[in-house]
Every structure is written in structure tokens, then in C-alpha cells.
């Protein structure tokens, strides 16, 4: 299973989270990132592993999840093609050096990977686009609490 350029870049287009990414600032993402394949099982990070960067899946499946101290496991998201995850610490500024949950890959999987000192270098570099992915994770976050009022209330 091989990513190709076009993959990524079609992947990248469909996202919400790069939709305020112009064509020349998406090629400039895809020279800072990293195409990788995963077999089915590989662990991409662990929670408590320094934080190296996010993904973006092209192909396959994931889980990310937590495990209780009793080895519960609570999945609390099965990323799809298209879906990007692990953003979140990117931006934190106290416990953003550590990834807070486990992801798995659920299938043979290809990904992208965005290393986190580059992509913030791209951040800096481009505060417009900055602003348009912080506006999509505060989408996705009232989502999140949206899903949790729904399951506890």
C-alpha cells in the first residue's frame, strides 16, 4: 500500500481542517510531512509517548482509545480515511508534550504524518490558515460535547 502525492492532496482538500489552505500552502504542508503505511495492529503512539506530531489517515483504519487502570479499553474515536487526529497537543501549551491516548491501526492502513516543530513553523508562517484550523477543532470540540451531553444526560 503506497501514498502517493495525489493521495494526500485529495485527502487534504476533502478535510475541513485544511479547507482554509491555499493549493501553494497545502504543497508546502506536504513537503513538511511524511507518507508512512501501518500494518493492522501497529500502535502509532502510546499515551504518555513525546509528542512528535498528528496524522492525517489517507487509507485504512484506526482507533484511538484509553485504557483503565483494570485494562479497560474506552475507544474514544475510530478515525476513517480522510480524518485527521492527534492535533490537540500541537497547540497545547502545559500538556501538550505527551499524546493523551493510544491510536492503533484497525486495518493495513497509509497515513501522513505532519511533524509538529514543522507544521508550527507553518503556523507562524501563515496565521490566516492558523485561524481557520482552530476554528474547525472548536467545531470539533462542541461536537465532542454535544456526543458526551447526549451519552450522560
Known amino acids: 500500500m503506497d501514498v502517493s502525492p ?13 479547507g482554509g489552505v491555499s493549493t501553494e500552502e497545502r504543497e ?13 495492529g501497529t500502535i502509532l503512539f502510546q499515551r504518555g509517548d513525546a509528542y512528535r506530531g498528528f496524522y492525517l489517515l489517507v487509507e485504512g483504519g484506526v482507533h ?4 483503565s487502570p483494570e485494562g479497560r479499553m ?3 474515536h ?19 508534550d505527551t499524546y ?3 491510536a492503533e491501526t484497525l486495518t493495513d492502513s497509509a497515513l501522513f504524518f505532519f511533524p509538529a516543530d514543522a507544521f508550527l ?3 507562524d508562517a501563515h496565521p490566516r490558515s492558523a485561524l481557520h484550523m482552530l476554528g474547525q477543532m472548536a467545531g470539533r470540540l462542541r461536537s465532542a460535547v454535544r ?7
Not at 495525489?6 to 485544511?18: E, K, N
Not at 508546502?28 to 493492522?40: F, N
Not at 497537543?89 to 500538556?95: G, K, Q, S
Open 6 to 18: 495525489a493521495d494526500i492532496t485529495d485527502a487534504m482538500r476533502d478535510h475541513p481542517f485544511f
Open 28 to 40: 508546502r504542508l506536504i513537503d513538511l510531512g511524511q507518507a508512512r503505511t501501518a500494518a493492522s
Open 64 to 67: 484511538v482509545y484509553r485504557l
Open 74 to 76: 474506552l475507544v474514544l
Open 78 to 96: 475510530v478515525i476513517r480515511p480522510g480524518e485527521s487526529f492527534a492535533e490537540v497537543p500541537l497547540f497545547e501549551t502545559d500538556a501538550g
Open 100 to 102: 493523551p491516548a493510544t
Open 121 to 123: 513553523s507553518f503556523v
Open 147 to 153: 456526543q458526551l451531553d447526549a451519552v450522560s444526560l
